[in-house]
Each structure stands twice: as structure tokens, then as C-alpha cells.
């Protein structure tokens, strides 16, 4: 496609439930990143992919957080036992290479509210 | 630790006028600077992508400069216009990182 997608655009979901974000990078884009941004904040890194290898997940909160991509193209991000403090927007960007110069440029997000 | 802050938090002003945006950062060692545009909703749209060794880029009517010794950036706007409102994040790339840190962006209000 033309940009980064997401998929849900909002998910609603109650704690302790699993759930499950999915992105869709620019078609040839190598780097994916995962962002979590909170209502007034910027956003903030969880994980970047080179390939489809994690190649930084140090912005990872817990362990209840984990993502994947598994053919270097599409990523899920998953959340376990998701809890109300999870709520938030979930962004996604990719760029062309790891190429530290490279611009990333994002997806529209998925709003993830946690009852 | 990086930390990049924006000034003001929010700002209003009637069509036409020129802004600028401050956007301030602690530490200079970083790759490079972008700006972006989020609109209510939405996800971000970048606007200007500044590499280090670069001191300003330009896109119809904005302009971004970078000053890394000192910290700073900001992004001008020339006669704004009502669909200008938005908010506006800056954000950097420290060195030996992959990830970008942001700052918490300017809310920009253009009114008729």
C-alpha cells in the first residue's frame, strides 16, 4: 500500500483479555517500529525490527508485551493479560533500511481502551 | 538521558500570522531532528526531516532549522491558515539508537 496501515483502528477490551495490533509497513520498508503514545504525551518506543529479528526492545513495559515479524514484512504486537494502564494509542512506523539518516513514517494507530 | 521539550504547549492565533515553534533538546549527539503533524485522532504525518550535519529544510510554507550545539529547533510557519491546527511533535534520533524521543508537541489553534 501506499503508507503504514493498522488494524484494529480501536479495540475495546476488557482486563485481562488478550489482544492483538497489527501493522502493515510500506511495501519494501526493512526497519518496523512499535510506539505507545498516552492522551498530551509523545509517543514512546516499545521495539524495533530490522528483518525479522527484535533488533531493540528495550522499550518493551513487562513481559505481558511481546511482538513479532515473522516474514519481515507484517508485525503483531501482543499484549497479555491486558491491564487499564495499557490503555493507550498504539503506533507503528517503518522506514526504508536501519539506516540511522532514514525518515520513519507512521500509520494512523490503534486506540486500545482497556475497561 | 534524552529529553526533548516544546514550547508553548499550546498556541491561538488569527489567519495569516508567521509562527514559530520551539522545540529544545538535552543532549546533541543525535543523527537527526523530525517534525511532525497530528491532527485530533489521527496518527503523525512528518513534516521536515533534518539531518545533523544540515542547519535548515524547507517545505512550501514551513521551515525547519537545527542548531545541535545548543539544543534547539524550530519549525516557522508563514501565514498560517485555519487548517494549520493541529499539534506539532518534534523528535530526535539519539546516536547508537534506533528509536526516536519525543517531545509532548505544541497544540496549534488557527482561527478565521
Known amino acids: 500500500g501506499a503508507g503504514v496501515s493498522q488494524t484494529p483502528s480501536n479495540k475495546v477490551t476488557e482486563k485481562g483479555k488478550y489482544v492483538e495490533l497489527r501493522c502493515d509497513p510500506i511495501?519494501?520498508?526493512?526497519?518496523l517500529y512499535w510506539y505507545r503514545q498516552s492522551l498530551g504525551q509523545g509517543p514512546e518506543f516499545l521495539i524495533y525490527?530490522?528483518?525479522?529479528?527484535?533488533?531493540?526492545d528495550s522499550g518493551l513495559p513487562n513481559d505481558r508485551f511481546f511482538a513479532v515479524r515473522p516474514e519481515g514484512s507484517v508485525s503483531t504486537l501482543k499484549i497479555q493479560r491486558t491491564e487499564r494502564g495499557d490503555s493507550a494509542v498504539y503506533l507503528c512506523?517503518?522506514?526504508?533500511?536501519?539506516?540511522?539518516?532514514?525518515?520513519?513514517?507512521f500509520g494512523p494507530g490503534t486506540r486500545l481502551t482497556v475497561l | 538521558k534524552q529529553e526533548v521539550t516544546q514550547i508553548p504547549a499550546a498556541l491561538s492565533v488569527p489567519e495569516g500570522e508567521n509562527l514559530v515553534l520551539n522545540c529544545s533538546f538535552t543532549?546533541?549527539?543525535?543523527?537527526?531532528l523530525q517534525w511532525f503533524r497530528q491532527d485530533p485522532g489521527k496518527g503523525l504525518t512528518s513534516l521536515l526531516l533534518?539531518?545533523?550535519?544540515?542547519r535548515e529544510q524547507t517545505s512550501g510554507r514551513l521551515n525547519a532549522s537545527l542548531d545541535k550545539s545548543s539544543g534547539r529547533s524550530t519549525l516557522y510557519i508563514a501565514a498560517s491558515q485555519p487548517g494549520d491546527s493541529a499539534t506539532y511533535l518534534c523528535?530526535?534520533?539519539?546516536?547508537?539508537?534506533?528509536?526516536?524521543?519525543f517531545g509532548t508537541g505544541t497544540r496549534l489553534q488557527v482561527f478565521p
Open positions: 525490527f530490522q528483518g525479522t529479528g527484535a533488533a531493540d
Open positions: 512506523a517503518s522506514s526504508q533500511t536501519s539506516w540511522a539518516g532514514n525518515e520513519q513514517f
Open positions: 533534518i539531518q545533523s550535519s544540515q
Open positions: 543532549d546533541s549527539a543525535i543523527y537527526n
Open positions: 523528535a530526535v534520533r539519539p546516536y547508537n539508537t534506533d528509536k526516536l524521543i
Open positions: 511495501s519494501g520498508h526493512t526497519a
